[in-house]
T-cell receptor, first 114, second 117 residues
């Protein structure tokens, strides 16, 4: 089992461009979470998805950010028209079910907006 | 809203010594889960230990143990026989009961632990 795979590991975008971050959950895991880690901060919840459904997006900024988890393929976090304040590490995590056991994190994508 | 506070931003310890990392949280819930995650320079978030609030017994995982004081809303992590590989950022995290089918983690700001040879 390869674990939670995120790519790319590093992503550099110019202001105004789009950033697409990918996450493949662990095999058998149907629950995907996205978190953002700003410099010198802990992780902050963004969104929780199951296959083809957004369950909780209470942590997502209202504009420019969107997420999907299609029936086939990885989960995608998309940031349109990036700004310098979007520079952060974005982590994906997955779990097989809701159980209170926490989940397995990927290694994150570090987004730098120049 | 639940909050998690890690008041010590940084600590250092000598190899083989014992160190305790502090964490407090605020919640009105009675059932919840608490976690300690480790983030080494590789940036990978690694689960260290987990505690269920309805269990009085403190969780233990090899060299890692917790002191869970529910009334005081305190959840400290003790690392025994510290090793160089324990050098990392450590994050305390709180998970409230499942709400609307979502299990969100609320993280503290983290604490940088350095183990010196």
């Amino acid at each position: 089992n390869a674990g939670v795979m995120q790519n790319p590991r590093h992503l550099v975008r110019r202001r105004g461009q789009e950033a697409r971050l990918r996450c493949s959950p662990m095999k058998g895991h149907s629950h995907v979470y996205w978190y953002r880690q700003l410099p010198e901060e802990g992780l902050k919840f963004m969104v929780y998805l199951q296959k083809e459904n957004i369950i909780d997006e209470s942590g997502m900024p209202k504009e420019r950010f969107s997420a999907e988890f299609p029936k086939e393929g990885p989960s995608i976090l998309r940031i349109q028209q990036v700004v310098r304040g979007d520079s952060a590490a974005y982590f994906c995590a997955s779990s097989p079910q809701l159980s209170g056991h926490g989940y397995t994190f990927g290694s994150g994508t570090r987004l730098t907006v120049v | 809203a639940q909050t998690v506070t890690q008041s010590q931003p940084e600590m250092s310890v000598q190899e083989a010594e014992t160190v305790t990392l502090s964490c407090t949280y605020d919640t009105s819930e009675s059932n919840y889960y608490l976690f300690w995650y480790k983030q080494p320079p590789s940036r990978q978030m690694i689960l260290v230990i987990r505690q269920e609030a309805y269990k009085q017994q403190n969780a233990t995982e090899n060299r890692f143990s917790v002191n869970f004081q529910k009334a005081a809303k305190s959840f400290s992590l003790k690392i025994s026989d510290s090793q160089l590989g324990d050098t990392a950022m450590y994050f305390c995290a709180f998970m409230p009961p499942t709400q609307g089918g979502s299990e969100k983690l609320v993280f503290g700001k983290g604490m940088k632990l350095t183990v010196n040879p």
